[in-house]
């Protein structure tokens, strides 16, 4: 970006601060530092191309405000601000070829180190967003930042918006400007900023990091691509000197963020860690890397590939994630895993985890585990004079089924009950066991064995778990069609729809309250079933999929996250985590608790496993 900070002055020198418009700054040489730009008349006014940092201002908080004319070509312009002598900043741009509405990332925040844009390595939620973007026009562009977060809006419509949940770069000060092509497929004008107190809307619960992060390294010096053979151990470097790192909660190292290299050749560094092995054997692990990677065990090759942009395929990115799975012949004890990690351009990094781990509360333990002998198994239930447990198989090709399990984990008649239609939510309710499948609910008697009667909702979508009150009448959810159904003496209504009602997925009624996980807005709910007032009782991470709710006789509520999460709402009204799957990538479905034996049993639908767990808490 060239110059670095220069002295402050009075920041009234150089704008107005009136709310209704300020006064806009002309991109004139006494204004600005301009870099190898250009001004000219576009639609109607003066604009400028190229890059442009104000002189003597350094911003921290508060509102930055620009017009933008696209003409829809590659342009990745926008502003920076925050920029520091090291050339690092924070850089919100737009993808004008990706503004249809479609991709996820036609707005980009990205922080910016030692000059290198890593937004290869910083994607998703608070990152990255869709926005249909006008070519060809005059766009207005608004940033408010509270110094530690912002939000961008465009054209003032709070549907085309990028909330950055964290500016990376952390809470300073530093200089401001506008950064794009001189081509002639962008140009700013209107260009102003305020400083002033921001308060910015919370943000989102974030989600739980998934368990088996290596979060301890330690790193060499970067080594120039000219002095690299990627296939070579560390000991072909002169004694290489190893400084330790720590990666983000995320797992991310942020190499850009650490070290400096000359970005006009590929740069290569040596990262290692230590790995405990109970025993020897093959054990999975999840790696994530930008752009090259060569993987050493214990001084081995083992695993060498690229993810570089356009590497894969004409569209592909390169964006890090853990998308590669590593099998590793690992040794009793301890295991040195090297990374030999290249770049060229789009941010330097790396993450590895431990592709086994299961992150669990000291008091939950596993009992046993049924893997791959049912079909999608989606809801489970108890039924104590049975002594048996019913789970819903919920894909088969038209051929679904409900099984019989014992309270030790053997399937005792895998088709009992056959011919149902995808089903999903069980209960027991009056000694009727009741099943939801895809255009209604499903009457068996137990005793027999045999489907006594079909119950039809009208309108439905896709209607999903199913609960009973004491005096038998069901309530059943659909969460497309944001609505609960209310079943009584086999006839079925439309109880509530709309309103707190965002994708409903799991219930459960307990005692005068019918308790309904959200996914839309994701949230714990208790409806009065009378008044059918609703009250929040949790807010979860974006995402969430509120699947399995069962309450515990001590008034605490067991609850899952499909994605493979599992809380306890205490008696405070606070939640926390007791069981996390994500990183094998277990579901956690529609789950039972049987109280009386401290048991939980899980379905994983997708992952094709049913889990039960002690719980002692």
């Known amino acids: 970006m060239g110059k670095g900070l220069l002295p402050s002055a009075s920041l009234a020198l150089l704008v107005s601060i009136a709310s209704a418009g300020q006064e806009t700054i002309p991109f004139t040489a006494d204004k600005w530092d301009l870099f190898n730009g250009k001004t000219q008349e576009i639609g109607g006014r003066q604009a400028y191309a190229g890059i442009a940092l104000l002189k003597e201002v350094r911003f921290h908080f508060g509102i930055i405000e620009w017009d933008a004319w696209v003409t829809g070509g590659r342009s990745y312009a926008g502003i920076v601000f925050h920029q520091q002598p090291s050339r690092d900043y924070e850089e919100f741009y737009i993808r004008p070829h990706k503004g249809n509405g479609l991709n996820a990332d036609a707005f980009q925040y990205t922080p910016v180190y030692h000059g290198v844009s890593c937004w290869q390595l910083f994607h998703g939620d608070g990152y ?106 560390y000991s072909v470097l002169k004694e290489p000197a190893w400084s330790p790192v720590t990666a983000n909660p995320g797992g991310l190292v942020a190499l850009d963020k650490l070290v400096s290299r000359n970005p006009a050749q590929p740069g290569w560094i040596y990262a290692r860690t230590t790995v405990q092995a109970d025993k020897a054997g093959i054990h999975k692990y999840q790696l994530g890397y930008s752009d090259y990677v060569t993987v050493f065990l214990n001084g081995t090759p083992v695993f060498s590939s690229t993810n570089a942009y356009l590497s894969r395929d004409p569209g592909f990115a390169g964006l890090i994630g853990f998308f590669d799975e590593l099998l590793l012949p690992l040794k009793q004890g301890s295991n040195e895993i090297v990374l030999l990690v290249g770049e060229e351009f789009g941010g330097w990094g790396f993450m590895m985890s431990d592709g086994e781990a299961v992150a669990h509360d000291p008091h939950l333990s596993q009992l046993w585990e049924i893997k791959h002998q049912l079909n999608y198994p989606e809801s489970a239930v108890f039924d104590p004079d049975a002594n048996l447990i019913y789970t819903s198989n919920f894909l088969v090709g038209q051929q679904e089924f409900i099984s019989q399990v014992s309270l030790d984990g053997t399937i005792v008649n895998r088709e009992w009950i056959t011919g149902l239609n995808q089903p999903t939510g069980l209960c027991l309710s009056q000694g009727q066991l009741f099943v939801v499948e895809r255009t209604g609910v499903v009457e068996i008697d137990p005793r027999k064995g045999q489907i006594v009667s079909r119950i039809p909702l009208e309108g439905c979508i896709f209607p999903n778990d199913i609960t009973a009150s004491p005096d038998g009448v069901l309530y059943v959810s659909d969460n497309e069609a944001n609505r609960i159904y209310q079943i009584k003496e086999g006839k079925s209504i439309s109880w509530m729809e709309g309103g707190e009602l965002n994708k409903p997925n799991g219930l459960h009624v307990d005692g005068g309250r019918l308790i309904v996980g959200c996914s839309g807005d994701p949230s714990l709910k208790s409806i009065d079933l009378k008044t059918k007032q609703a009250t929040l009782l949790a807010q979860l991470y974006p995402g969430a999929i509120m699947d399995g709710i069962q309450p515990m006789k001590d008034g605490r509520i067991l609850f899952s996250d499909f994605n493979g999460h599992l809380f306890i709402l205490e008696k405070d009204g606070k939640y926390r985590e007791i069981l996390n799957t994500t990183t094998i990538g277990t579901n956690l479905a529609d789950f039972e608790w049987i109280e009386d034996k401290r048991m939980l049993v899980i379905p994983g639908l997708y992952s094709n496993r049913v889990r039960a767990y002690r719980l002692n808490l």
């Open 128 to 233: 990255t967003s869709t926005a249909v973007i006008p070519v060809n026009r005059w766009i207005h562009f608004r940033l408010e930042t509270d110094g530690t977060r912002a939000r961008v809006t465009m054209d003032g419509e709070s549907s085309k918006v990028l909330t950055i949940n964290k500016l990376e770069l952390g809470d300073l000060a530093g200089r401001i400007g506008v950064k794009g092509p001189v081509d002639g497929s962008a140009w700013f004008s209107n260009f102003s900023y305020q400083e002033k107190n921001i308060i910015l809307p919370p943000s989102p619960v974030p989600v739980p990091e998934s368990p088996g992060l290596i979060l301890n390294w330690e790193i060499t010096q970067p080594v120039v691509n000219s002095e690299v053979d990627q296939y070579r151990y």
